[in-house]
T-cell receptor, first 112, second 115 residues
Framework: DQQVKQNSPSLSVQEGRISILNCDYT??????FLWYKKYPAEGPTFLIS?????DKNEDGRFTVFLNKSAKHLSLHIVPSQPGDSAVYFC???????????FGKGTKLSVKP | DGGITQSPKYLFRKEGQNVTLSCEQN?????MYWYRQDPGQGLRLIYY???????QKGDIAEGYSVSREKKESFPLTVTSAQKNPTAFYLC??????????????FGPGTRLTVL
């Protein structure tokens, strides 16, 4: 059973607008979350992370929001750029010894 | 220039043959990991190692083997026992495996195709 779910396989957004990528999880013991970006035939690149003691973390155009009660996090990209077109993976960890659990990814397409 | 290298980028093997995928890092990271990615799927953990000469099975270790004789190297062998070896294989490393905020950094990957 999937512990980390990215229910939207794809998302299309116009350049300059906001992209919102969603991630749900079932394990309430997850306490650290990460977002990775992946281009085809390349390794994932770390984007941003958030601890469960926070509800928001911001880094430039990227902001991650965490709603613990809903077991939901989202990645906001503002403004979206064509170079942001990639697959975005959400990952979660339980405790310091927990392995990363990845979602299946959402393919973002930013159109000029 | 620090980073993680995986070689080769593309690898073909005949069914029934073992093959070894290389992963090297010069980041001085203690921990290294192997993941597998299949189309439309997330990354699944095969093996990981937090220190030299020690490694642990991940979620899908059957049909794979690893070694960690040096800090900078963590080769993965895909054996003939692996039933569906065709996949994209990703190696990662991290510097603080005992901390909750530990972040894994990935290599470019190796695409293995079994003919």
């Amino acid at each position: 059973d999937q512990q980390v779910k990215q229910n939207s396989p794809s998302l299309s957004v116009q350049e300059g607008r906001i992209s919102i990528l969603n991630c749900d999880y079932t394990n309430s013991m997850f306490d650290y979350f990460l977002w990775y970006k992946k281009y085809p035939a390349e390794g994932p690149t770390f984007l941003i992370s958030i601890s469960s003691i926070k509800d928001k973390n911001e880094d430039g155009r990227f902001t991650v929001f965490l709603n613990k009660s809903a077991k939901h996090l989202s990645l906001h990209i503002v403004p979206s750029q064509p170079g942001d077109s990639a697959v975005y993976f959400c990952a979660a960890r339980e405790g310091s010894q927990g392995n990363l659990i990845f979602g299946k990814g959402t393919k973002l397409s930013v159109k000029p | 220039d620090g980073g993680i290298t995986q070689s080769p980028k593309y690898l073909f093997r005949k069914e029934g043959q073992n093959v070894t995928l290389s992963c090297e890092q010069n980041l001085n990271h203690d921990a290294m990991y192997w993941y597998r990615q299949d189309p439309g799927q997330g990354l699944r953990l095969i093996y990981y190692s937090q220190i030299v000469n020690d490694f642990q099975k991940g979620d899908i270790a059957e049909g794979y083997s690893v070694s960690r004789e040096k800090k900078e190297s963590f080769p993965l062998t895909v054996t003939s026992a692996q039933k569906n070896p065709t996949a994209f294989y990703l190696c990662a490393s991290s510097s603080q495996p005992g901390l909750i905020t530990d972040t894994q950094y990935f290599g470019p990957g190796t695409r293995l195709t079994v003919l």
